[in-house]
């Protein structure tokens, strides 16, 4: 079983300040995507990495796989009360037939 | 919006009871996923179906049991409910199957939120 785990679990800061959220596995992964999800809803995609020390940057949100592809970060810049919600790592694998999510982390970004 | 629509939104049942769950994916995907969301296992894999037919299965517990038919939406049914039962089910759906470099989106439905009491 393909095992992703998210850290920190919980985070709370204030708007303006930087943070940095992590996805660590001990298995290789062909790709691995990054989802929010805000209450009452599911979650919704926000990039896919596939290359090994692929960066990707989505206006203030930095996305990196690593170089062995078993870890990922999403670093976001000058954080927004919007920013608030689950943020979910998920890997794919070609020899397993489905997308193995984290646990996620909760972000609250206060005002 | 993601297009993918599951009903009902809320159910409130009770131990040893049985509901179904359905989902209509996205116009044009075959591909059909149920993931359970609860608050001490984040988002776990049920089952994953693909034109109609089973293509990978997760940690489904044998009480529970899904299809899809061929008009692509898809049943979860939940059997003999315990009162760990009680999460968010999630269907979603993608253009191609998931695995590997060629992942795609999935486009998750707002979810149905199981009570059991």
């Known amino acids: 079983t393909q095992l992703l785990e998210q850290s920190p679990q919980f985070l709370s800061i204030q708007e303006g300040e930087n943070l940095t959220v992590y996805c660590n596995s001990s298995?290789?992964?062909?790709?691995l995507q990054w989802y929010r999800q805000e209450p009452g809803e599911g979650p919704v995609l926000l990039v896919t990495?596939?290359?090994?020390?692929e960066v990707k940057k989505l206006k203030r949100l930095t996305f990196q796989f690593g170089d062995a592809r078993k870890d990922s970060s999403l670093h976001i810049t000058a954080a927004q009360p919007g920013d608030t919600g689950l943020y979910l790592c998920?890997?794919?694998?070609?020899?397993?037939?489905?997308?193995?999510f984290g646990s996620g982390t909760q972000l609250t970004v206060l005002p | 919006d993601s297009g993918v629509t599951q009903t009902p939104k809320h159910l409130i049942t009770a131990t040893g009871q049985r509901v179904t769950l359905r989902c209509s994916p996205r116009?044009?995907?075959?591909?059909v996923y149920w993931y359970q969301q609860s608050l001490d296992q984040g988002l776990q894999f049920l089952i994953q179906?693909?034109?109609?037919?089973?293509?990978a299965k997760g940690n489904i517990l044998e009480r529970f049991s899904a299809q899809q038919f061929p008009d692509l939406h898809s049943e979860l049914n939940l059997s003999s409910l315990e009162l760990g039962d009680s999460a968010l089910y999630f269907c979603?759906?993608?253009?191609?199957?998931?695995?590997?470099?060629?992942?795609?989106?999935?486009?998750f439905g707002e979810g149905s939120r199981l009570t059991v009491l």
């Open positions: 298995s290789v992964f062909s790709s």
């Open positions: 998920a890997g794919a694998s070609g020899s397993a037939r489905q997308l193995t």
């Open positions: 979603a759906s993608s253009v191609v199957p998931t695995g590997g470099r060629g992942t795609g989106e999935l486009f």
């Open positions: 116009s044009g995907d075959l591909s």
């Open positions: 990495v596939v290359t090994g020390g």
């Open positions: 179906y693909y034109n109609g037919e089973e293509r």
